[in-house]
């Protein structure tokens, strides 16, 4: 199964841009790139989700490599409200689906 | 105008009981998901039902059963509960199934701790 591999913490600061990074060297060609973000005692919250080309929505950009093998989370500018854990998170629509969490980010944001 | 609810919000238990969480969603989304986050804030997927079928179904004891009696809800029965059993779990719903498309909107989460 297609795993991904996220650094543990990451920290930055307020109003500065963000980069969120995720190893999925295995990933398969139909294999979708989620991101979630999960604040203290709440659910996870839907960020970002692409395939192959990059993606921008309100709340971030996505970048994936051109090889899929790793992608990228681009908080533009950082708030103290981003504080949380990041999830990347490769959903199979081939085979078997099955969900296959990253251990997460926990960003911690400066101010 | 909560999209996601779900009841109870804690739960306390001694090993070897039977209970249930309840979920609800009120956003007509086909699909809905039970996760379980445990101690180490390890998220894993448990069941999804759409259409009241059961989609995904991964490697969980049998003593966890899924019930969904329409679309706007699934449950999750436990029985014989276990120590290791304590985690919170989060219900979800989605509009489309998990092939890759539509965000999922998760729920607050039930706190279950089984002394």
């Known amino acids: 199964d297609a795993k991904t591999t996220q650094p543990n913490s990451m920290e930055s600061n307020e109003e500065e841009p963000v980069h969120l990074p995720c190893n999925h060297s295995t990933i398969s060609g139909t294999d979708y790139i989620h991101w979630y973000r999960q604040l203290p005692s709440q659910g996870p919250e839907y960020v970002i989700h692409?395939?192959?080309s990059n993606v921008n929505n309100r709340m971030a950009s996505l970048a994936i490599a051109e090889d899929r093998k790793s992608s990228t989370l681009i908080l533009h500018r950082a708030t103290l409200r981003d504080a949380a854990v990041y999830y990347c998170?490769?959903?199979?629509?081939?085979?078997?689906?099955?969900?296959?969490f990253g251990q997460g980010t926990r960003l911690t944001i400066n101010p | 105008d909560t999209a996601v609810s779900q009841t109870p919000k804690y739960l306390v238990t001694q090993m070897g009981n039977d209970k249930s969480i309840k979920c609800e969603q009120n956003?007509?989304?086909?699909?809905m998901y039970w996760y379980k986050q445990d101690s180490k804030k390890f998220l894993k997927i448990m069941f999804s039902?759409?259409?009241?079928?059961?989609?995904i179904n991964e490697t969980v004891p049998n003593r966890f059963s899924p019930k969904s009696p329409d679309k706007a809800h699934l449950n999750l029965h436990i029985n014989s509960l276990e120590l290791g059993d304590s985690a919170v779990y989060f219900c979800?719903?989605?509009?489309?199934?998990?092939?890759?498309?539509?965000?999922?909107?998760f729920g607050p989460g039930t706190r279950l701790t089984v002394l």
């Open positions: 692409g395939l192959t």
């Open positions: 998170i490769l959903i199979k629509i081939q085979g078997a689906q099955k969900l296959v």
């Open positions: 039902y759409n259409n009241k079928e059961l989609i």
């Open positions: 979800a719903s989605s509009q489309a199934g998990l092939a890759g498309v539509g965000e999922q909107f």
């Open positions: 956003l007509g989304h086909d699909t």
